[in-house]
């Protein structure tokens, strides 16, 4: 993960079966972690999700707070309002279950095979992509809407204007990985050319840009609004 705060860039790494912090170049271990997926910055605050001993933990500027002691995952994190937002899993990750916690209390979002990934909240409203009962699912203020009755995942989502898209993962009719993108809760015809799986979207200057894993081409693609 990368988080860009003024003129302070911060990266997590894992190197080694080590997890390290990098803030402009200069790396620092977290000792115990077993995975850091996301990392937010906030009033000089350094916000870090992820798992300590396979358990559901986020950093406060290196203060560890473990979420649940089952076994699972934080994969995003944010700061609104002065409250902390946190998605992620609990459970192996063959079968987990989506969850949010806010301010450390959880909240359970899915049935089996769920997981939460990526969470945006704009205006006030939550949005959390992930998947649900095997299905790409976004969840708006905790109301489910599944994208795609086949085997599927939904791994971000971000707003452009007023349309809301949603990037992950499905599969074609021999049962390869095809990139999804999601508008509005419609599938979008993308071409082969997009590749196996969008992972990430950012938006910046009226401009959606796409990252993912390409078929022998660029895996970064942009969309204006």
């Not at 998605?87 to 095979?113: C, D, H, Q, R, T």
């Not at 945006?120 to 795609?148: D, M, V």
């Amino acid at each position: 993960s990368v988080f860009v705060d003024g003129s302070n860039v911060y990266v997590t790494t894992y190197e080694e079966r080590k997890c390290y912090i990098w803030k402009n170049g200069e790396k620092k271990i977290i000792d115990g972690a077993t995975e850091l997926s996301s990392l937010f910055v906030k009033d000089k605050n350094v916000y870090i999700a992820g798992s300590y001993n396979e358990q559901p933990t986020i950093w406060i500027n290196n203060d560890r707070k473990i979420l649940s002691h089952e076994t699972g995952c934080v994969n995003d994190i944010l700061v609104y309002d002065n409250d902390i937002y946190a998605v992620g899993y609990l459970g192996s990750v063959f079968n987990p279950l989506a969850v949010l916690w806010k301010n450390g209390i959880m909240e359970k979002l899915g049935n089996n095979n769920s997981e939460a990934n990526d969470i945006l909240i704009h205006n006030g409203n939550l949005y959390i992509a992930g998947k649900n009962n095997n299905y790409a699912t976004l969840w708006l203020n905790g109301q489910a809407s599944t994208l795609e009755y086949n085997e599927s995942h939904a791994y971000s989502v971000a707003l452009l204007g007023e349309d809301i898209y949603v990037g992950g993962q499905g599969f074609d009719d021999n049962w390869r990985s095809c990139s999804r993108l999601w508008k509005n809760g419609v599938k979008q015809s993308i071409g082969d050319e997009m590749g196996y799986q969008i992972m990430s979207l950012a938006i910046s200057e009226d401009k959606l840009y796409i990252a993912g894993t390409g078929k022998n081409r660029n895996p970064i693609w942009i969309i204006n609004n």
